[in-house]
C-alpha cells in the first residue's frame, strides 16, 4: 500500500533526551514536511524539504533538526534545546504532479517526562 | 511573514443549520488554499482545494468554498450541516517563497461542534 509511515507511535523520553521520529513515504513525492499540532494552535510547521540533501526552516524550527539523504525519508530529531516537546507530530509530503495537494502520516505522540 | 487566519475558534450549530467558517490569509503572491477536516480520532483529510479558475470549488460532503482575493479569504460554507459534520477544519495556505520552495502553512482550526 502506498503512504507515509510515521514510528513510532507513542513515545516517552525523559526530559534531555534526543528523540528522533521516522517518517517515510513510498509516494515518490518530492517534498516531505513536519508539523507539530498543539490543541488550539493549529498545526505549526517546524521543517520542510523540497528535495532530498535540502531542508529549510518552518516557524518553529528552534530545537529541531532533520535530514533528507534520501527522497522516501525525512526523520525529525527533537533535540533537548526544545522547550515544550511534548506534542503531537505530523509529517507530511507533497505530489507537484497532482497540484500541490499534501499528505499526512498518522502522527507521532511523544511525552517527555 | 505568510499567516493564515481562523476567527472562529469554537462554533456549536444545530442540525440543518448553515455553516460558514472563516479563512483570511496574509500573502500577496500565486497562492494555493485548502480546507482539511479532522474528525475525532482521525487524520486530517483534504475536504477541498483551489487552484485556479472559478472561485467557488466544491468539495466532498456538500462543503464548499469561495475564494475572494480582494479579501484574502477562502470562507468554507455548507447550507445544512449534519451531525457527523462534528469535527475540527483547518484552512490552509500554499504559498510559493522568496527561495522558490512551497510553504504549507495552516490555521489554527475550528471546532465545530453539531448538536443532534
Known amino acids: 500500500d502506498g503512504g507515509i509511515t510515521q514510528s513510532p507511535k507513542y513515545l516517552f523520553r525523559k526530559e534531555g533526551q534526543n528523540v528522533t521520529l521516522s517518517c517515510e513515504q513510498n509516494l515518490n513525492h518530492d517534498a516531505m514536511y513536519w508539523y507539530r499540532q498543539d490543541p488550539g494552535q493549529g498545526l505549526r510547521l517546524i521543517y520542510y524539504s523540497q528535495i532530498v540533501n535540502d531542508f529549510q526552516k518552518g516557524d518553529i524550527a528552534e530545537g529541531y533538526s532533520v535530514s533528507r539523504e534520501k527522497k522516501e525519508s525525512f526523520p525529525l530529531t527533537v533535540t533537548s534545546a526544545q522547550k515544550n516537546p511534548t506534542a503531537f507530530y505530523l509529517c507530511?509530503?507533497?505530489?507537484?504532479?497532482?497540484?500541490?495537494?499534501?499528505?499526512f502520516g498518522e502522527g507521532s505522540w511523544l511525552t517527555v517526562v | 511573514a505568510q499567516s493564515v487566519s481562523q476567527h472562529n475558534h469554537h462554533v456549536i450549530l444545530s442540525e440543518a443549520a448553515s455553516l460558514e467558517l472563516g479563512c483570511n490569509y496574509s500573502y500577496g503572491g500565486t497562492v494555493n488554499l485548502f480546507w482539511y477536516v479532522q474528525y475525532p480520532g482521525q487524520h486530517l483529510q483534504l475536504l477541498l482545494k483551489?487552484?485556479?479558475?472559478?472561485?467557488l470549488v466544491k468539495g466532498i460532503k456538500g462543503f464548499e468554498a469561495e475564494f475572494i482575493k480582494s479579501k484574502f479569504s477562502f470562507n468554507l460554507r455548507k447550507p445544512s450541516v449534519q451531525w457527523s459534520d462534528t469535527a475540527e477544519y483547518f484552512c490552509?495556505?500554499?504559498?510559493?517563497?522568496?527561495?522558490?520552495?512551497?510553504?504549507?502553512?495552516f490555521g489554527t482550526g475550528t471546532r465545530l461542534k453539531v448538536l443532534a
Open positions: 483551489y487552484f485556479s479558475g472559478d472561485p
Open positions: 490552509a495556505v500554499n504559498a510559493l517563497t522568496s527561495s522558490g520552495t512551497y510553504k504549507y502553512i
Open positions: 507530511a509530503s507533497r505530489t507537484t504532479v497532482a497540484g500541490n495537494t499534501i499528505y
